[in-house]
């Protein structure tokens, strides 16, 4: 398999992973209270979104990838 058809193939999953998910969403701990030696913590759930035509885009491209990959012999 060439090089570009495998790039192309990675870039559709890619693609199709950030159009099936809306964002990345990780936990932090962050202080809310401190006095003295007592400290309180709260879970805070943050999201880094993922825009649609990121997704498209990357799956554009790897189906284009891999229709040049598929033509040249």
């Given at each position: ?33 401190k ?10 759930k ?9 997704g ?7 189906i284009?990838?891999?229709?040049l ?5």
């Amino acid at each position: 398999m060439k090089p570009i058809m495998i790039l192309g193939i990675v870039l559709i999953i890619i693609g199709a992973i950030a159009l099936g998910y809306h964002g990345i969403t990780y936990t932090t701990h962050e202080k809310v209270l401190k006095i003295g030696p007592i400290e309180a913590t709260q879970e805070v759930k943050k999201t880094i979104p993922l825009p649609p035509i990121l997704g498209g885009s990357f799956l554009a491209g790897g189906i284009v990838l891999v229709i040049l990959g598929a033509r040249k012999s």
